[in-house]
């Protein structure tokens, strides 16, 4: 199985920026999406842009399209999602996500990481 590990958040004032980390081991496919998304409290979790690693392909949700961008670094089994101008908005948990779809739904993606905790203040 694939096990996703996050690094990165933390506390951060509008305007500022934070790079998160996504390091991923015991990948099972060679088709392999790697998706982020964010959960604030009381709400669903939502879809924030989305990588392959087979290929160039990104998509990202239009709120953080951008200021957000998606990147990767195969030799190290990682993604980063590099997030610029914050606002107190995206203020939630971030998450990170393996799927063979390079897509928007998170019940796509088989594998999740624990979840970082990004805080913007105004």
């Known amino acids: 199985q694939v096990q996703l590990v996050e690094s990165g958040g933390g506390l951060v004032q509008a305007g500022g920026s934070l790079r998160l980390s996504c390091a991923a081991s015991?990948?099972?496919?060679?088709?392999?999406?790697v998706g982020w998304f964010r959960q604030a409290p009381g709400s669903e979790r939502q879809f924030i842009g989305v990588?392959?690693?087979?290929?160039?392909?990104?998509y990202y949700q239009d709120s953080v399209k951008g200021r957000f961008t998606i990147s990767r670094d195969n030799a190290k089994n990682t993604v980063y999602l590099q997030m610029n101008s914050l606002e107190p908005e995206d203020t939630a948990v971030y998450y990170c996500?393996?799927?063979?779809?390079?897509?928007?739904?998170?019940?796509?993606?088989?594998?999740w990481g624990q979840g970082t905790q990004v805080t913007v203040s105004s």
């Open positions: 990588i392959s690693l087979s290929g160039r392909n990104t």
């Open positions: 015991g990948r099972s496919s060679s088709n392999i999406n």
């Open positions: 996500a393996a799927g063979s779809r390079f897509s928007y739904a998170r019940d796509t993606y088989e594998y």
